[in-house]
């Protein structure tokens, strides 16, 4: 079994730092113990963000009356869809393309900040619909 630990950086002279350590030890070319892997790290979205997103997602469907009743979970379906890149990946058998949306729980803060003004704007723009206040929810930053 792997053993996997999370070391954080919090500045490029740290991180050159730590490079230049790991470059300068012993190396086992035969057994090595250890594989590191140095990744830009991004922050998630907070969980206020992901609730005041899914309280417009309710917002929206309560604005859309069209004949059928939509939720926000489709709604949610229908914006990934929209702005978010498909995943592509190809049928085994066939070699098909085949398009999925992506979850959004993987999206960085910027990029589901962007997403949800993607959302914004189309609603606006689109269906007159305006989002509640983000200040109502605790989400200044939004704005």
């Known amino acids: 079994m792997s053993e996997s630990k999370t ?4 500045s490029e002279k740290q991180v050159d730092y730590a490079k230049s350590i790991l470059v300068s030890l012993p190396k086992d070319e035969q057994k090595p113990i250890w594989v590191i892997i140095f990744e830009t790290y991004e922050a998630i979205r907070s969980k206020r963000f992901n609730s005041y997103y ?6 929206i469907a309560s604005c859309k009356p069209t004949g059928s009743y939509f939720n926000p979970e489709s709604f949610h379906e229908f914006f990934g869809g929209m702005f978010l890149e498909p995943n592509i990946s190809y049928n085994i058998l ?3 393309e085949i398009r999925s949306i ?3 729980t993987k999206l960085g803060s910027k990029k589901f900040k962007k997403y949800f003004e993607d959302i914004q704007e189309f ?21």
């Not at 070391?7 to 919090?10: G, K, S, T």
């Not at 609603?123 to 704005?143: A, G, N, R, S, T």
């Open 94 to 96: 066939t070699g098909a």
């Open 123 to 143: 609603c606006l723009h689109e269906w007159f619909v305006i989002l509640p206040d983000p200040k109502q929810h605790d989400m200044e930053y939004i704005k």
């Open 54 to 59: 899914w309280v417009c997602l309710t917002h």
């Open 102 to 104: 992506p979850s959004t």
């Open 7 to 10: 070391i954080i950086l919090r």
